[in-house]
């Protein structure tokens, strides 16, 4: 039996919480600009989602395992900025889930379509998928951990069989397709795609104060996207035309629209099936972080004892609002990626720079437990930091 590895885990948490909903949605949001010229936003989005990641690693750091970005604000913000960030934090974390179930319930619905001939309930669609989810929550760490290494097994599976399925049919001129023209319109939804700095409280559950393998954790985590959201889009921009993305675009569902794409481009039922099975994979895998993250979020928010009510009353206030969300918006992924955009680009890289700007230079806060860990770059790249998120922010309230 294989022994249960923690920086794996914390590794494979972050790639899985990246690749994902937002991986789906990476070339329909890039189809304008193409895959040739979508790559500099792709490595600048990188860059700040790990710089960002580790800012935020140094703050938690200050405090006890188990704080949430919450207790980070309170410490360090005070009582407003905890506020503010209870509000925004809860809001963006229902939003992201609220996606993922939309997505989860549209590629449920097809299967169901298929085998029935007939559409699955919206209302008990979604109740199924939050009683599943639930039930994983509530069974602790362990089984989390182990869903979401298998899902990141299937992921990787069906990716190589994907591979082996499009690279045949790939055109590379479809690569230099695109256009410099609102080339930084996409910018806050590709931060989006590298949105893992949610988990970095719950890192500590497997790493403690482990700095070096906390860093490692981060930087090889968030690398694997890079080179998954990289190939995902030769594959898929090789494959089909910005005009076929844009349609997909209009239907508001990339999982489900890329398969019906992909099946009028190639005629394959191997296809139809591992594309199926892929996008289920990546949903899953992100769902699992982002409701993770949100659980302990509550958890510590509301300062419950871990007990069997209290977990439970827990997941329900975790699960319900997103799930009236999705009921009432069934095929806005896109739409609700986006509005949650704007908060990822706040709460995730402005705040936390925000956090450690006053940790280090007005509060001359030290870290807890001998654990010492300054990010480099000084006052110089945490002003850099807050100034792109500014930017970026304004770029998606433009758009």
Not at 159 to 177: D, E, G, N, T
């Amino acid at each position: 039996m294989l022994k249960r590895n923690p920086l794996i885990s914390a590794i494979l948490l972050i790639s899985g919480t990246c690749v994902g909903a937002a991986m789906l949605a990476l070339p329909i949001v890039n189809h304008s600009q193409g895959f040739m010229l979508s790559l500099p936003s792709l490595t600048l989005s990188w860059l700040l989602a790990s710089l960002a990641g580790l800012v935020m690693l140094e703050a938690n750091l200050w405090l006890k395992p188990g704080a949430s970005l919450v207790s980070m604000a309170d410490d360090t913000l005070g009582q407003s900025g905890k506020i503010g960030v209870w509000v925004a934090y809860s809001a963006l974390l229902y939003m992201i889930m609220a996606a993922l179930l939309t997505g989860l319930y549209d590629m449920l619905n097809v299967s169901v379509q298929a085998l029935l001939q007939r559409s699955l309930p919206v209302l008990a669609g979604f109740s199924v998928l939050i009683i599943v989810f639930s039930a994983m929550i509530y069974a602790g760490a362990r089984v989390i951990d182990l869903v979401n290494r298998l899902c990141m097994l299937g992921l990787l599976i069906c990716f190589i069989l994907l591979a082996i399925l499009l690279v045949p049919q790939v055109k590379p001129s479809y690569w230099l397709l695109g256009s410099w023209q609102n080339f930084w319109q996409p910018l806050p939804m590709i931060i989006t795609s590298f949105g893992y700095q949610i988990v970095i409280p719950s890192l500590r559950t497997y790493l403690g104060n482990d700095v070096k393998k906390l860093r490692l954790a981060v930087l090889i985590g968030t690398f694997i996207p890079l080179v998954a959201y990289i190939a995902w889009q030769m594959l898929i921009m090789g494959t089909l035309t910005p005009q076929d993305l844009h349609i997909i675009l209009q239907t508001g569902q990339p999982a489900t629209g890329i398969v019906e794409r992909l099946s009028l481009r190639v005629s394959s039922n191997s296809l139809h099936h591992v594309i199926q099975w892929f996008g289920f994979f990546a949903l899953l895998t992100t769902f699992m972080g982002v409701s993770l993250s949100l659980y302990d979020f509550l958890t510590d928010g509301l300062g419950l004892v871990q007990r069997r009510y209290t977990r439970l009353c827990t997941i329900l206030i975790a699960f319900i609002p997103p799930g009236l969300i999705a009921i009432c918006f069934p095929k806005g992924f896109i739409t609700i990626l986006a509005y949650a955009s704007l908060f990822v680009i706040i709460l995730l890289i402005l705040i936390p720079c925000l956090m450690v700007y006053s940790g280090r230079y007005s509060r001359r806060y030290r870290h807890a437990d001998g654990a010492v860990y300054r990010l480099i770059g000084g006052r110089p790249l945490l002003i850099g930091l807050i100034l792109a998120s500014i930017i970026a922010v304004c770029i998606e309230v433009l758009k």
